[in-house]
C-alpha cells in the first residue's frame, strides 16, 4: 500500500464549477499538508499547506485536513481555463526532509 | 528571483553511462532536494543536501549519488543508467526551517 493515495482522473469540469481533489494516506505520523498545481512540462508549484487538522482558505482555493479519517481535500472555487494542470498533495512527517506525494489528478476546465 | 534553475532541460543517455543534472537554488536558499518523477506518477525523494552533507536519503540504490557546492548549488550524479531511470528530475529549495519548498522546472533524462 502506497503511503499517499491519489485518485488520478482525469477530471474534467465546466469553467465555473467547484472541483474537490482528495488524498488519502496511511502514516499517522504525518503533520503537514500541502498541494501543488504542475502545469505540463513545469516543476510542481506550492499552493497551500496547512499543519495539523483544520481548514485554510486562499482565495478561490480551500485545504481541508481530517486526521481521524486520514483524508485531505483541496477545493476550487468558481474554476478557470487557467486551473487545468495535474494537483499533487504532498504530506511530511515534523522534522523530516522528505515530501510523499500522491500520484496526482489531471484536471481539464473546460471553457 | 531566477527561482530554481535546472540544466539540462533535456538529456537522452545509453544505458550504462553515467549523467549528472546541476541545480542552482532559489536566492536566499540553503537546502537542497532532488526527487525523481516518473510518468504519471508524483515525485519521488532521492536526498537532501545540507550544509554540503547528504541530510537525509530516499529508497534510491547507491547509483545515485549527490553534492551541494559552498555556493548551495547542486548536482545529482547516476552511474550505471538503466531504462527505468528515465524520468523527469526535480530540484527543489528551501530555507533551512521554512517548509515553502520552490521547485524547479526539471531535468527530462531519457535512457535508451
Known amino acids: 500500500q502506497k503511503e499517499v493515495e491519489q485518485d488520478p482522473g482525469p477530471l474534467s469540469v465546466p469553467e465555473g464549477a467547484i472541483v474537490s481533489l482528495n488524498c488519502t494516506y496511511s502514516?499517522?505520523?504525518?503533520?503537514?499538508f500541502m498541494w501543488y498545481r504542475q502545469y505540463s512540462r513545469k516543476g510542481p508549484e506550492l499552493l497551500m499547506y496547512?499543519?495539523?487538522?483544520g481548514n485554510k482558505e486562499d482565495g478561490r482555493f480551500t485545504a481541508q485536513v481530517d486526521k481521524s479519517s486520514k483524508y485531505i481535500s483541496l477545493f476550487i472555487r468558481d474554476s478557470q481555463p487557467s486551473d487545468s494542470a495535474t494537483y499533487l498533495c504532498?504530506?511530511?512527517?515534523?522534522?523530516?526532509?522528505?515530501?510523499?506525494f500522491g500520484t496526482g489528478t489531471r484536471l481539464t476546465v473546460i471553457p | 528571483d531566477a527561482g530554481v534553475t535546472q540544466s539540462p532541460t533535456h538529456l537522452i543517455k545509453t544505458r550504462g553511462q553515467q549523467v549528472t543534472l546541476r541545480c542552482s537554488p532559489k536566492s536566499g536558499h540553503d537546502t537542497v532536494s532532488w526527487y525523481q518523477q516518473a510518468l504519471g506518477q508524483g515525485p519521488q525523494f532521492i536526498f537532501q543536501y545540507y550544509e554540503e552533507e547528504e541530510r537525509q536519503r530516499g529508497n534510491f540504490p547507491d547509483r545515485f549519488s549527490g553534492h551541494q557546492f559552498p555556493n548551495y548549488s547542486s548536482e545529482l550524479n547516476v552511474n550505471a543508467l538503466l531504462l527505468g531511470d528515465s524520468a523527469l528530475y526535480l530540484c527543489?529549495?528551501?530555507?533551512?526551517?521554512?517548509?515553502?519548498?520552490?521547485f524547479g522546472s526539471g531535468t527530462r533524462l531519457t535512457v535508451v
Open positions: 502514516n499517522s505520523a504525518f503533520q503537514y
Open positions: 527543489a529549495s528551501r530555507t533551512t526551517g521554512n517548509w515553502g519548498y520552490t
Open positions: 496547512t499543519y495539523s487538522s
Open positions: 504532498a504530506m511530511s512527517e515534523t522534522g523530516a526532509n522528505n515530501l510523499f
